[in-house]
C-alpha cells in the first residue's frame, strides 16, 4: 500500500520500473518493487522505481483530471444516497394522513428529523442534478403544512 501510494501521490514524480507477471507470463499493472525468495522465504525487497524530475505536463494533467473526475462521482453516488434516505423519511408521511389529526403524531423525533431532511434535500437536489418525483414534493408540502 505505501508503495501504491507513493507512486500515485507523486503526481508522475515516481514510476515503477518492474515487469511483473503472472503465472502465464501474461503482464501486470507494475507494483515498484519486486520480492527476492530463497526457497519459500523472502530474503530481499528490490525496489523498482525512477523519479523524473519533471514529468510531463500532459500525463499529470490527466492524471489529475481522472482523480477529480472519480472524486465527483464518489460525492455523487454518496449525495443520491443521502436523498434517497431523505425521500424515505418524507414517506412517513403518508402513514400520519391516515389519522384524524395528523400534526398531533408528530413527536420531537419526527419533527427534527423532518426539519433536518428537508434541508439537506432542498440544498442538495440541485447541487447533484437530481429531479425528484411529483410525490415526493408533494410528501415535502404536506409536511412543511403540517410542522409549520
Not at 27 to 42: C, F, H, N, V
Not at 66 to 90: G, H, P, V, W, Y
Not at 108 to 129: D, F, M, P
Request: aromatic share 8%; charged share 30%; hydrophobic share 30%.
Amino acid at each position: 500500500m505505501a508503495f501504491s501510494s507513493l507512486i500515485n501521490d507523486s503526481r508522475g514524480h515516481w514510476i515503477p520500473t518492474d515487469k511483473p507477471t503472472d503465472k502465464d507470463g501474461n503482464p501486470l499493472p507494475p507494483k515498484g518493487y519486486e520480492l527476492i525468495r530463497k526457497g519459500r522465504t523472502i530474503s530481499h525487497i528490490k525496489f523498482c522505481l525512477k523519479y523524473v524530475k519533471n514529468p510531463s505536463n500532459k500525463l499529470t494533467k490527466k492524471k489529475e483530471e481522472a482523480d477529480d473526475k472519480n472524486e465527483a462521482n464518489e460525492i455523487n453516488d454518496t449525495m443520491l444516497s443521502l436523498l434517497k434516505q431523505c425521500e424515505r423519511s418524507f414517506a412517513k408521511v403518508v402513514e400520519l394522513g391516515k389519522h384524524d389529526s395528523p400534526s398531533e403524531n408528530i413527536d420531537k423525533a419526527l419533527y427534527n428529523e423532518w426539519v433536518q431532511n428537508i434541508g439537506l434535500y432542498e440544498a442538495t437536489y440541485k447541487i447533484v442534478g437530481y429531479k425528484p418525483s411529483l410525490t415526493v414534493l408533494e410528501q415535502i408540502r404536506t409536511i412543511k403544512t403540517l410542522i409549520g
